[in-house]
């Protein structure tokens, strides 16, 4: 493997936060033996990539095989983008400083929509070829997955194998079927074709398009080029997760980066069911660690690392039937230590007194809760099964524990939203800050701070409204505007998202093959970081839509009826699509379905389909009373966010959970 850093070392004087680019963090693996090199890489910069999970996992599970060695790599930040194309340096591993075209295969994460022109950028920043199809005999294979790949299709000609579902076992199986069939000779079409019959696995180019027509009376969008290929591809799923160690090796980084802590996965997968909501369709079903493995990790992991901050991540933390047993545990055993316990995920109808206490600890930053609609009629539309009264209750226990700043998270353009539903959120938003003051003393009322955080709807693949359009940018707007008008609180802030980046992230969730030619325009155009509030080029991605022939408003503003096959039809959560398109017609009716691991079974498939069940800890009580220490080990939970998301003000980016498989 060439070493770049001669090269590359004269450069960091000039960089920003030169750190991102070096190597010997505390916790690499470095395995020079090994004669298959395999390169995870996150298009985006170290901040964001190295704290997430995934590419944590899988880097682990890959060095893990004998012979194998997996590094990293992230996108440069821009500006060394065009450092390194005016030197001609090509993008580089972590660990060896390699060039990245000379592994022999590398794993993108699509943790999010927005981060499609960066993919671009990486690849030809490294000397890839774009398109699969230019791809040689001796190039890499680049394999993609993460919560994108389940509508690959806006991807498919930049990536040769899309991983679908969980990584864990997948990964080093695809791998090493790529080692051993080019050890035995195999062309690059051969190894393709095998890789593309392993189950979990889509090869994109083994499938001709077929146009709307066809599609509608095939009840497909791809057509096999050639016989034995399946046509509908199902998602992997680790089935050893919940016996699986909390902790594993992992980096200390040398820089500051996004959640800089230690992160444990406390359970995997929700059954919530809030229908605007991929990632509860998509990592079904619920898998729970048990209290003693979660606690020890969390103790080893400290240990081994340095942190003082844990983080217990998953998308429903507080739902985990064992949480108020973790967290009492673990307050005892770090009492005294300044050691900060916290649970990103906190819902509404499990943050009563008792949680309050426990997740208290000496650090009492800000809370975030997200009851994602302003009226309880459109939050049973939504399936969001809480109240205004679970909110004040919330707020009561948080303010009268200490803490004094909150932030409400909300949605706007949810499908059957009114401006009632608008001037809802500004009514609760209120009488919640009335709650608030009245939860704690007087001389500290001032203290007090809570603001309103609004996204606009955006219509994911493999949900219950995948069928909804978006509502248009300038629609979004008003809305906004009607929302800021009827908060009359001064102490309270509304922020949005610009509705320009959810436009794009709609078409590319919703789009079909055709929006990848869409991408690679934008990116031509300039567009790149789109994330990244002082990057995102909205008329970059004007231009590529004029120049390509694509009405993106069309693409995400159009609404189907169920019946519609949509373009992701071949690939699968496991959760039908019947139950979908019965959910999309239990929102119209405004009735909910409760979640599975509290009440009965709602036949989503997942479970049967995939044949795992949920794994529970112990079972888990409703009403919020799992947060309540009780006798013999009755213990219990409740939930809400998702593990690794991309605060901080950079890029919004989406879900990052480790589940991402590559």
């Given at each position: 493997?060439?070493?770049?850093?001669?090269?590359?070392?004269?450069?960091?004087?000039?960089?920003?936060?030169?750190?991102?680019?070096?190597?010997?963090?505390?916790?690499?693996?470095?395995?020079?033996?090994?004669?298959?090199?395999?390169?995870?890489?996150?298009?985006?910069?170290?901040?964001?990539?190295?704290?997430?999970?995934?590419?944590?996992?899988?880097?682990?599970?890959?060095?893990?095989?004998?012979?194998?060695?997996?590094?990293?790599?992230?996108?440069?930040?821009?500006?060394?983008?065009?450092?390194?194309?005016?030197?001609?340096?090509?993008?580089?591993?972590?660990?060896?400083?390699?060039?990245?075209?000379?592994?022999?295969?590398?794993?993108?994460?699509?943790?999010?929509?927005?981060?499609?022109?960066?993919?671009?950028?990486?690849?030809?920043?490294?000397?890839?070829?774009?398109?699969?199809?230019?791809?040689?005999?001796?190039?890499?294979?680049?394999?993609?997955?993460?919560?994108?790949?389940?509508?690959?299709?806006?991807?498919?000609?930049?990536?040769?194998?899309?991983?679908?579902?969980?990584?864990?076992?997948?990964?080093?199986?695809?791998?090493?079927?790529?080692?051993?069939?080019?050890?035995?000779?195999?062309?690059?079409?051969?190894?393709?074709?095998?890789?593309?019959?392993?189950?979990?696995?889509?090869?994109?180019?083994?499938?001709?398009?077929?146009?709307?027509?066809?599609?509608?009376?095939?009840?497909?969008?791809?057509?096999?080029?050639?016989?034995?290929?399946?046509?509908?591809?199902?998602?992997?799923?680790?089935?050893?997760?919940?016996e699986s160690p909390g902790w594993e090796p992992c980096i200390v980084p040398f820089t500051e980066v996004v959640q800089d802590r230690l992160n444990v996965e406390v359970l995997r997968g929700c059954a919530r069911g809030c229908r605007f909501c991929q990632a509860g369709m998509m990592y079904r079903p619920v898998r729970e660690?048990?209290?003693?493995?979660?606690?020890?990790?969390?103790?080893?992991?400290?240990?081994?690392?340095?942190?003082?901050?844990?983080?217990?991540?998953?998308?429903?933390?507080?739902?985990?039937?064992?949480?108020?047993?973790?967290?009492?545990?673990?307050?005892?055993?770090?009492?005294?230590?300044?050691?900060?316990?916290?649970?990103?995920?906190?819902?509404?109808?499990?943050?009563?007194?008792?949680?309050?206490?426990?997740?208290?600890?000496?650090?009492?930053?800000?809370?975030?809760?997200?009851?994602?609609?302003?009226?309880?009629?459109?939050?049973?539309?939504?399936?969001?099964?809480?109240?205004?009264?679970?909110?004040?209750?919330?707020?009561?226990?948080?303010?009268?524990?200490?803490?004094?700043?909150?932030?409400?998270?909300?949605?706007?353009?949810?499908?059957?939203?009114?401006?009632?539903?608008?001037?809802?959120?500004?009514?609760?938003?209120?009488?919640?800050?009335?709650?608030?003051?009245?939860?704690?003393?007087?001389?500290?009322?001032?203290?007090?701070?809570?603001?309103?955080?609004?996204?606009?709807?955006?219509?994911?693949?493999?949900?219950?409204?995948?069928?909804?359009?978006?509502?248009?940018?300038?629609?979004?707007l008003r809305r906004v505007s009607l929302l800021r008008r009827s908060v009359k609180y001064r102490a309270i802030d509304v922020h949005w998202h610009d509705p320009s980046t959810s436009f794009v992230e709609a078409v590319m969730s919703r789009g079909g093959r055709a929006a990848a030619a869409w991408v690679e325009s934008a990116?031509?155009?300039?567009?790149?970081?789109?994330?990244?509030?002082?990057?995102?080029?909205?008329?970059?991605?004007?231009?590529?839509?004029?120049?390509?022939?694509?009405?993106?408003?069309?693409?995400?503003?159009?609404?189907?009826?169920?019946?519609?096959?949509?373009?992701?039809?071949?690939?699968?959560?496991?959760?039908?699509?019947?139950?979908?398109?019965?959910?999309?017609?239990?929102?119209?009716?405004?009735?909910?379905?409760?979640?599975?691991?509290?009440?009965?079974?709602?036949?989503?498939?997942?479970?049967?389909?995939?044949?795992?069940?949920?794994?529970?800890?112990?079972?888990?009580?409703?009403?919020?009373?799992?947060?309540?220490?009780?006798?013999?080990?009755?213990?219990?939970?409740?939930?809400?966010?998702?593990?690794?998301?991309?605060?901080?003000?950079?890029?919004?980016?989406?879900?990052?959970?480790?589940?991402?498989?590559?």
């Amino acid at each position: 493997m060439t070493d770049l850093w001669p090269r590359l070392e004269p450069l960091l004087a000039s960089a920003e936060r030169p750190a991102r680019y070096l190597n010997h963090e505390f916790g690499c693996v470095y395995k020079p033996e090994a004669d298959f090199r395999f390169c995870m890489m996150y298009p985006d910069t170290y901040e964001l990539g190295q704290a997430n999970q995934a590419l944590r996992i899988l880097v682990n599970v890959v060095n893990a095989v004998d012979g194998m060695v997996a590094e990293r790599s992230f996108l440069p930040a821009a500006e060394f983008c065009d450092t390194m194309r005016a030197e001609g340096l090509p993008l580089f591993s972590i660990e060896s400083c390699a060039p990245v075209a000379e592994f022999d295969a590398i794993g993108i994460t699509l943790s999010h929509e927005l981060v499609a022109t960066n993919v671009l950028e990486a690849l030809d920043l490294a000397g890839i070829p774009l398109h699969a199809q230019d791809r040689g005999e001796d190039d890499l294979f680049v394999i993609g997955g993460g919560p994108c790949s389940y509508n690959p299709e806006p991807y498919a000609p930049f990536f040769d194998i899309f991983n679908i579902g969980e990584g864990e076992e997948a990964l080093p199986e695809c791998l090493q079927a790529i080692r051993r069939l080019r050890a035995e000779g195999a062309c690059r079409a051969d190894i393709l074709r095998a890789i593309a019959r392993m189950d979990g696995f889509y090869v994109p180019s083994l499938y001709r398009w077929r146009d709307e027509e066809q599609a509608q009376q095939a009840g497909s969008w791809i057509e096999p080029v050639e016989e034995g290929l399946p046509t509908h591809i199902q998602k992997r799923v680790f089935e050893g997760f919940a016996e699986s160690p909390g902790w594993e090796p992992c980096i200390v980084p040398f820089t500051e980066v996004v959640q800089d802590r230690l992160n444990v996965e406390v359970l995997r997968g929700c059954a919530r069911g809030c229908r605007f909501c991929q990632a509860g369709m998509m990592y079904r079903p619920v898998r729970e660690r048990s209290a003693d493995n979660i606690v020890n990790s969390v103790v080893c992991g400290l240990a081994q690392t340095g942190y003082d901050e844990v983080s217990l991540t998953s998308l429903s933390s507080t739902d985990h039937s064992q949480i108020a047993d973790v967290l009492t545990r673990l307050n005892k055993q770090f009492q005294g230590k300044g050691v900060r316990i916290s649970v990103p995920s906190q819902r509404l109808d499990s943050f009563g007194v008792d949680m309050a206490g426990l997740v208290a600890g000496q650090k009492k930053g800000g809370l975030t809760f997200a009851p994602e609609a302003g009226t309880q009629r459109l939050r049973d539309v939504i399936n969001k099964q809480v109240t205004e009264d679970d909110l004040f209750g919330a707020v009561d226990a948080a303010f009268g524990a200490g803490w004094r700043r909150c932030k409400l998270y909300f949605m706007i353009g949810l499908p059957t939203e009114t401006d009632d539903d608008i001037k809802g959120i500004a009514s609760l938003v209120q009488r919640a800050y009335d709650r608030a003051k009245k939860a704690v003393p007087v001389e500290q009322r001032g203290n007090i701070r809570m603001s309103v955080s609004c996204a606009l709807f955006v219509p994911k693949a493999q949900t219950p409204f995948q069928w909804d359009g978006q509502i248009a940018p300038e629609e979004a707007l008003r809305r906004v505007s009607l929302l800021r008008r009827s908060v009359k609180y001064r102490a309270i802030d509304v922020h949005w998202h610009d509705p320009s980046t959810s436009f794009v992230e709609a078409v590319m969730s919703r789009g079909g093959r055709a929006a990848a030619a869409w991408v690679e325009s934008a990116w031509c155009h300039g567009a790149r970081f789109d994330a990244w509030t002082e990057h995102f080029n909205e008329q970059a991605w004007r231009d590529a839509a004029e120049e390509v022939g694509l009405d993106p408003a069309a693409v995400a503003q159009t609404s189907y009826d169920t019946g519609y096959v949509m373009p992701w039809e071949h690939i699968s959560t496991g959760v039908s699509t019947r139950f979908l398109a019965h959910e999309r017609k239990k929102a119209a009716a405004e009735k909910t379905t409760p979640d599975c691991t509290f009440e009965r079974c709602a036949a989503c498939g997942a479970c049967p389909g995939l044949g795992i069940d949920n794994q529970l800890a112990q079972p888990r009580v409703a009403g919020g009373s799992n947060a309540r220490p009780q006798q013999a080990g009755e213990e219990g939970a409740a939930a809400a966010v998702a593990a690794g998301q991309a605060a901080s003000g950079q890029p919004a980016a989406g879900p990052q959970t480790a589940e991402e498989g590559e």
